[in-house]
């Protein structure tokens, strides 16, 4: 992959970032994964100048409608592309098999029965299992079970023909099952909600989340080379958040870090 797009980097309840979603941008394609809560994804792909006939794949980690509903969207006008013949290219959308069933039942319970002939054809389920390979945007994508208890979730190990290697971990903090999985990885993408400070505050790991200080022991331990920090609360440390961060990573993390703001491009390159 050449860049990697935040589209988003807040948590569910953050209104001054839109919900951590991004884009990875490659030769042979464009790879969503997530969409955010809502028509925001709409938002911030015009505002990256990314039309939705270049998203080529869309993976779904779970069902929370932070990460979800913007999915819906993006399917209600992709189908509109492909009823005026303005979208060559055919949309893959790679969740677990229960999250396609439910996303298929919400467009079907709230899409005009016009957006939904596309579905099935030209907008596709692909159902993922763990350990399952396929590739995307020239790159080959093994999906993870995270071994979530909120509920079923995936994320993926992503290998370009050079070799690089970048995991995503989902949601929540990366389980000791998969540790095997990031390490030694070129670019390792983790949730951190809040600095290791406010954990009295916001007690992460009571929702499934964890802080700066925990992300970045967990993947100097693991040899990490990049990490890539998002999915954060937007209330102690909106307008300091990126210096605030980076500093607490930096403490237990000696590769590079990044806490991109919404719409801050990464390239990934490998060092
Ligand atoms: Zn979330």
Not at 169 to 186: A, M, Q, W
Not at 206 to 232: F, M, P, Y
Not at 235 to 256: C, D, I, L, P, S
Request: proline share 4%; glycine share 8%; with cysteine.
């Amino acid at each position: 992959m050449d860049t990697l797009l935040p589209l988003g980097t807040g948590a569910a309840r953050a209104i001054h970032y839109y919900n951590t979603c991004f884009l990875l941008n490659g030769p042979q394609g464009r790879l969503l994964v997530d969409a955010g809560g809502g028509n925001g994804i709409l938002r911030q792909l015009h505002l990256a100048g990314i039309g939705l006939q270049e998203i080529t794949d869309i993976f779904v980690s779970h069902e929370h409608i932070d990460h979800c509903l913007g999915v819906i969207w993006i399917v209600r006008f992709s189908a509109q592309l492909f009823l005026k013949g303005l979208r060559p290219l055919p949309l893959r959308i790679h969740c677990h098999v229960e999250l396609a069933r439910k996303l298929q039942t919400i467009c079907e319970l709230t899409l005009a029965p016009s957006h939904l002939t596309p579905l099935g054809s030209h907008i596709t389920f692909c159902p993922v299992t763990d350990g399952e390979q396929r590739e995307i945007a020239g790159h080959t994508v093994t999906f993870l079970d995270t071994h979530s208890a909120k509920a079923e979730q995936y994320g993926f190990l992503m290998e370009s023909p050079e070799g690089q290697r970048i995991v995503f971990t989902g949601d929540e903090p990366c389980k000791p099952e998969l540790h095997s999985r990031i390490t030694g990885v070129d670019w390792l993408f983790h949730e951190a909600f809040c600095l290791d400070a406010h954990d009295d505050i916001f007690h992460p790991r009571s929702i499934g989340h964890d802080t700066v200080k925990r992300a970045s022991q967990l993947a100097e331990s693991c040899g990490v080379k990049n990490l890539v920090l998002w999915h954060t609360e937007d209330n102690e440390t909106v307008g300091t958040r990126k210096a605030r961060y980076t500093e607490e990573a930096r403490h237990y993390f000696n590769g590079n870090v990044y806490v991109p703001d919404d719409l801050e491009v990464i390239r990934l390159t490998t060092r």
